[in-house]
Protein backbone atom coordinates (compact mmCIF):
# COMPACT_ATOMS: atom_id res chain seq x y z
CA UNK A 1 0.00 0.00 0.00
CA UNK A 2 2.96 2.33 0.72
CA UNK A 3 5.11 2.50 -1.90
CA UNK A 4 6.12 4.56 -5.10
CA UNK A 5 5.73 8.34 -5.23
CA UNK A 6 3.11 10.00 -2.55
CA UNK A 7 2.10 14.19 -2.95
CA UNK A 8 2.56 16.34 -0.17
CA UNK A 9 0.01 18.80 -1.78
CA UNK A 10 0.30 22.36 -0.78
CA UNK A 11 -2.66 24.46 0.42
CA UNK A 12 -2.51 26.85 -2.02
CA UNK A 13 -3.77 30.90 -0.45
CA UNK A 14 -5.09 34.07 -2.15
CA UNK A 15 -5.58 37.34 -0.52
CA UNK A 16 -5.13 35.30 3.24
CA UNK A 17 -7.53 32.75 2.07
CA UNK A 18 -7.07 29.15 1.06
CA UNK A 19 -8.26 29.35 -2.68
CA UNK A 20 -10.21 26.01 -2.86
CA UNK A 21 -10.34 26.41 -6.98
CA UNK A 22 -6.43 26.10 -7.35
CA UNK A 23 -6.42 23.37 -4.79
CA UNK A 24 -9.25 21.82 -7.29
CA UNK A 25 -7.19 21.76 -10.07
CA UNK A 26 -3.93 20.85 -8.63
CA UNK A 27 -5.57 17.72 -7.27
CA UNK A 28 -6.89 17.07 -10.69
CA UNK A 29 -3.43 17.98 -12.44
CA UNK A 30 -1.40 15.96 -10.07
CA UNK A 31 -4.52 12.61 -10.64
CA UNK A 32 -3.49 12.80 -13.97
CA UNK A 33 0.64 11.91 -12.79
CA UNK A 34 2.45 8.66 -11.88
CA UNK A 35 2.04 9.61 -8.34
CA UNK A 36 0.90 6.92 -5.80
CA UNK A 37 -1.09 8.74 -3.66
CA UNK A 38 -1.92 12.49 -2.06
CA UNK A 39 -0.98 13.49 1.67
CA UNK A 40 -2.94 16.15 2.52
CA UNK A 41 -2.54 18.51 5.46
CA UNK A 42 1.58 17.38 5.69
CA UNK A 43 4.43 20.21 6.87
CA UNK A 44 4.11 21.27 2.74
CA UNK A 45 0.63 22.04 3.05
CA UNK A 46 1.19 24.57 6.03
CA UNK A 47 -0.96 22.49 8.05
CA UNK A 48 0.69 24.05 11.34
CA UNK A 49 -0.88 27.61 9.81
CA UNK A 50 -4.16 26.38 9.46
CA UNK A 51 -7.57 27.15 11.24
CA UNK A 52 -9.49 23.67 12.02
CA UNK A 53 -11.83 25.37 9.74
CA UNK A 54 -9.77 25.70 6.98
CA UNK A 55 -8.50 22.06 7.42
CA UNK A 56 -11.99 20.88 7.09
CA UNK A 57 -12.60 22.81 3.78
CA UNK A 58 -8.92 21.27 2.53
CA UNK A 59 -10.12 18.06 3.17
CA UNK A 60 -13.42 18.62 1.61
CA UNK A 61 -12.28 20.10 -1.77
CA UNK A 62 -10.00 17.58 -2.05
CA UNK A 63 -11.95 14.59 -1.75
CA UNK A 64 -14.56 15.94 -4.35
CA UNK A 65 -11.84 15.90 -6.63
CA UNK A 66 -9.71 12.82 -6.13
CA UNK A 67 -12.98 10.56 -4.81
CA UNK A 68 -11.61 7.18 -4.21
CA UNK A 69 -9.13 7.30 -7.94
CA UNK A 70 -5.97 7.53 -5.37
CA UNK A 71 -5.59 7.31 -1.60
CA UNK A 72 -5.27 9.93 0.46
CA UNK A 73 -3.38 9.75 3.68
CA UNK A 74 -3.88 13.08 6.13
CA UNK A 75 -1.82 14.53 8.10
CA UNK A 76 -2.94 14.82 11.84
CA UNK A 77 -0.16 16.32 14.51
CA UNK A 78 -0.63 18.20 17.96
CA UNK A 79 1.97 18.52 21.18
CA UNK A 80 -0.87 17.24 23.08
CA UNK A 81 -1.83 13.45 21.62
CA UNK A 82 -5.62 14.32 22.97
CA UNK A 83 -5.91 17.17 20.59
CA UNK A 84 -4.76 14.31 17.84
CA UNK A 85 -7.31 11.98 18.74
CA UNK A 86 -9.94 14.96 18.61
CA UNK A 87 -8.11 15.62 14.88
CA UNK A 88 -9.13 11.61 14.20
CA UNK A 89 -12.29 11.38 14.90
CA UNK A 90 -13.12 14.39 13.57
CA UNK A 91 -11.18 13.13 9.71
CA UNK A 92 -13.08 9.69 9.81
CA UNK A 93 -15.98 10.89 8.13
CA UNK A 94 -13.95 10.88 4.86
CA UNK A 95 -12.54 7.93 3.14
CA UNK A 96 -8.94 8.31 3.72
CA UNK A 97 -6.24 5.44 4.05
CA UNK A 98 -5.02 6.35 6.51
CA UNK A 99 -3.18 9.12 9.28
CA UNK A 100 0.45 10.80 9.44
CA UNK A 101 1.26 11.29 11.99
CA UNK A 102 4.15 13.07 14.20
CA UNK A 103 5.62 12.66 17.82
CA UNK A 104 4.33 15.51 20.50
CA UNK A 105 6.31 18.54 18.85
CA UNK A 106 8.00 21.03 22.05
CA UNK A 107 6.74 18.72 24.87
CA UNK A 108 9.93 16.75 24.44
CA UNK A 109 8.59 13.57 25.98
CA UNK A 110 10.94 10.50 26.45
CA UNK A 111 10.54 7.26 24.39
CA UNK A 112 7.95 6.05 26.66
CA UNK A 113 5.70 9.25 26.10
CA UNK A 114 6.27 8.91 22.51
CA UNK A 115 5.44 5.34 22.69
CA UNK A 116 2.32 5.84 24.44
CA UNK A 117 1.38 9.11 22.26
CA UNK A 118 1.32 6.50 19.26
CA UNK A 119 -0.83 3.58 20.56
CA UNK A 120 -3.17 6.18 21.80
CA UNK A 121 -3.33 7.33 18.20
CA UNK A 122 -3.03 3.33 16.52
CA UNK A 123 -5.96 2.60 18.66
CA UNK A 124 -8.38 5.43 17.76
CA UNK A 125 -8.79 4.65 14.52
CA UNK A 126 -8.99 1.07 12.28
CA UNK A 127 -7.08 2.87 9.69
CA UNK A 128 -3.60 2.93 9.13
CA UNK A 129 -0.78 4.85 11.15
CA UNK A 130 2.12 6.29 8.72
CA UNK A 131 4.72 7.25 11.39
CA UNK A 132 6.37 10.52 10.75
CA UNK A 133 9.95 11.03 12.15
CA UNK A 134 11.26 14.43 11.83
CA UNK A 135 13.23 15.71 14.51
CA UNK A 136 14.31 18.89 13.32
CA UNK A 137 10.66 19.50 13.40
CA UNK A 138 9.47 18.21 16.48
CA UNK A 139 12.40 18.28 18.83
CA UNK A 140 12.11 14.85 19.40
CA UNK A 141 12.70 11.57 17.35
CA UNK A 142 10.86 8.08 16.88
CA UNK A 143 13.73 6.01 17.98
CA UNK A 144 14.00 2.59 16.47
CA UNK A 145 13.76 0.33 19.21
CA UNK A 146 10.32 2.56 19.76
CA UNK A 147 9.59 1.81 16.11
CA UNK A 148 9.92 -2.00 16.80
CA UNK A 149 7.83 -1.92 19.73
CA UNK A 150 4.76 -0.23 17.97
CA UNK A 151 5.04 -2.79 15.02
CA UNK A 152 2.69 -5.28 17.72
CA UNK A 153 -0.45 -2.68 16.05
CA UNK A 154 -1.14 -3.72 13.31
CA UNK A 155 -2.82 -0.63 11.86
CA UNK A 156 1.07 1.15 12.09
CA UNK A 157 1.80 -0.27 8.75
CA UNK A 158 4.50 2.28 7.46
CA UNK A 159 7.25 5.27 8.37
CA UNK A 160 7.98 8.59 7.04
CA UNK A 161 11.80 8.65 7.94
CA UNK A 162 13.15 11.85 7.54
CA UNK A 163 16.75 11.20 9.19
CA UNK A 164 19.14 9.40 6.35
CA UNK A 165 21.02 7.70 9.70
CA UNK A 166 18.04 5.77 10.65
CA UNK A 167 17.16 4.51 6.94
CA UNK A 168 19.38 0.83 7.15
CA UNK A 169 17.84 -0.21 10.72
CA UNK A 170 14.37 0.75 9.55
CA UNK A 171 14.41 -1.27 6.10
CA UNK A 172 15.15 -4.36 7.17
CA UNK A 173 11.73 -3.72 9.82
CA UNK A 174 8.40 -5.12 8.40
CA UNK A 175 7.18 -1.85 7.61
CA UNK A 176 7.34 0.03 4.77
CA UNK A 177 9.87 2.86 5.01
CA UNK A 178 9.30 5.85 3.05
CA UNK A 179 11.86 8.81 2.24
CA UNK A 180 10.82 12.31 3.84
CA UNK A 181 13.87 13.94 3.04
CA UNK A 182 14.14 14.39 -0.42
CA UNK A 183 17.50 15.27 -0.41
CA UNK A 184 18.49 11.23 0.76
CA UNK A 185 15.99 9.86 -1.35
CA UNK A 186 18.63 7.26 -3.52
CA UNK A 187 19.80 6.74 0.00
CA UNK A 188 16.40 5.12 1.42
CA UNK A 189 15.36 3.18 -1.97
CA UNK A 190 19.00 1.46 -1.34
CA UNK A 191 18.00 0.55 1.92
CA UNK A 192 14.93 -1.11 1.32
CA UNK A 193 13.09 2.08 1.10
CA UNK A 194 9.69 1.79 -1.07
CA UNK A 195 8.93 5.22 -2.23
CA UNK A 196 8.65 8.51 -0.18
CA UNK A 197 6.37 11.75 0.62
CA UNK A 198 8.04 14.38 -0.91
CA UNK A 199 7.70 17.54 -1.99
CA UNK A 200 9.52 17.89 -4.85
CA UNK A 201 7.27 15.83 -6.18
CA UNK A 202 5.29 18.66 -7.10
CA UNK A 203 7.76 19.81 -9.54
CA UNK A 204 9.24 16.32 -10.91
CA UNK A 205 6.97 13.44 -9.97
CA UNK A 206 8.10 11.87 -13.32
CA UNK A 207 11.82 11.65 -12.30
CA UNK A 208 11.63 10.94 -9.06
CA UNK A 209 8.84 7.79 -10.64
CA UNK A 210 11.99 7.55 -12.99
CA UNK A 211 14.57 7.16 -9.95
CA UNK A 212 12.24 4.39 -8.21
CA UNK A 213 11.89 2.69 -11.61
CA UNK A 214 15.43 2.27 -11.95
CA UNK A 215 15.93 1.22 -8.49
CA UNK A 216 13.25 -1.44 -8.79
CA UNK A 217 15.04 -2.81 -12.40
CA UNK A 218 18.27 -3.54 -10.06
CA UNK A 219 20.07 -0.20 -11.98
CA UNK A 220 21.16 0.80 -9.12
CA UNK A 221 24.09 2.86 -10.87
CA UNK A 222 21.69 4.85 -13.12
CA UNK A 223 19.36 5.93 -10.52
CA UNK A 224 22.09 7.40 -9.12
CA UNK A 225 23.22 9.53 -11.99
CA UNK A 226 19.91 10.85 -12.66
CA UNK A 227 19.61 11.38 -8.98
CA UNK A 228 22.33 13.16 -8.76
CA UNK A 229 21.65 15.54 -11.61
CA UNK A 230 18.10 15.99 -10.28
CA UNK A 231 19.89 16.70 -6.40
CA UNK A 232 20.66 20.78 -7.15
CA UNK A 233 17.18 21.05 -8.17
CA UNK A 234 15.72 19.27 -5.00
CA UNK A 235 18.38 21.59 -2.67
CA UNK A 236 17.01 25.06 -4.20
CA UNK A 237 13.53 24.14 -3.88
CA UNK A 238 14.28 23.17 0.00
CA UNK A 239 16.59 26.59 0.12
CA UNK A 240 13.57 28.75 1.87
CA UNK A 241 11.35 27.61 4.20
CA UNK A 242 8.96 24.81 2.85
CA UNK A 243 6.76 25.33 0.35
CA UNK A 244 7.76 28.82 -0.17
CA UNK A 245 10.20 27.72 -3.30
CA UNK A 246 7.26 25.00 -4.45
CA UNK A 247 4.83 27.56 -4.61
CA UNK A 248 7.09 30.03 -6.33
CA UNK A 249 7.98 27.31 -8.99
CA UNK A 250 4.52 26.32 -9.24
CA UNK A 251 3.36 29.98 -9.97
CA UNK A 252 4.91 29.90 -12.88
CA UNK A 253 3.22 27.48 -14.94
CA UNK A 254 -0.23 27.35 -13.63
CA UNK A 255 -3.05 29.53 -12.10
CA UNK A 256 -1.90 29.07 -8.51
CA UNK A 257 -0.45 32.29 -6.20
CA UNK A 258 3.18 31.89 -4.71
CA UNK A 259 1.38 33.31 -1.73
CA UNK A 260 2.69 31.79 1.78
CA UNK A 261 1.13 32.13 5.29
CA UNK A 262 3.23 34.12 7.64
CA UNK A 263 5.58 33.54 9.07
CA UNK A 264 6.47 31.65 6.18
CA UNK A 265 7.70 34.16 4.00
CA UNK A 266 7.21 33.97 0.10
CA UNK A 267 10.00 32.92 -2.19
CA UNK A 268 12.99 35.97 -3.15
CA UNK A 269 12.80 37.45 -6.54
CA UNK A 270 16.16 36.23 -6.61
CA UNK A 271 15.20 32.91 -5.77
CA UNK A 272 12.28 33.11 -8.09
CA UNK A 273 14.79 33.76 -10.71
CA UNK A 274 16.55 30.56 -9.82
CA UNK A 275 13.53 28.55 -10.18
CA UNK A 276 12.81 29.99 -13.50
CA UNK A 277 16.16 28.29 -15.07
CA UNK A 278 15.70 24.90 -12.88
CA UNK A 279 12.39 24.61 -15.29
CA UNK A 280 15.19 24.13 -18.04
CA UNK A 281 17.30 21.74 -15.94
CA UNK A 282 14.29 19.53 -15.50
CA UNK A 283 13.11 19.52 -19.19
CA UNK A 284 17.15 18.77 -20.45
CA UNK A 285 17.15 16.01 -17.53
CA UNK A 286 13.64 14.70 -19.40
CA UNK A 287 14.91 15.06 -22.62
CA UNK A 288 17.96 12.33 -21.42
CA UNK A 289 15.68 9.99 -19.79
CA UNK A 290 13.35 9.86 -23.02
CA UNK A 291 16.33 9.40 -25.59
CA UNK A 292 17.84 7.00 -23.11
CA UNK A 293 20.80 8.55 -22.54
CA UNK A 294 20.66 8.09 -18.72
O1 LIG B 1 4.77 17.76 3.90
C1 LIG B 1 5.51 16.79 3.83
O2 LIG B 1 5.07 15.66 3.95
C2 LIG B 1 6.94 17.00 3.61
N1 LIG B 1 7.53 17.84 4.34
C3 LIG B 1 8.93 17.87 4.48
C4 LIG B 1 9.29 19.12 5.22
O3 LIG B 1 8.92 20.21 4.81
O4 LIG B 1 9.97 18.99 6.24
C5 LIG B 1 9.60 17.71 3.17
C6 LIG B 1 9.12 16.52 2.44
O5 LIG B 1 9.40 16.70 1.10
C7 LIG B 1 7.66 16.26 2.58
Avoid at 8 to 33: C, E, H, M, S, W
Avoid at 90 to 96: A, G, I, K, P
Wanted: hydrophobic content about 45%.
Amino acid sequence: MYSGIWLPIITPFRNGKVDIDALQYLADTYLRTEISGFVALGTTGEAALLSLSERISVLHALFDVVGEQLPVLVGAGAPDTREVLREIVLYERWNCTGYLVSPPSYVCPDQAGVQWHFEQVAQATQRSIVLYDVPHRTGVTIAPDTVKALLAHENIVAIKECVPSRFCELGGQPISLLCGNDDAFVDCLSAGGAGGILASAHVCADLLVDVLSLMNADREADAKTLFSRLSPILRLLFSAPNPAAIKAMLALDHPISAETRMPIAPASAELVGRLRDARETLQALRADCENAVI
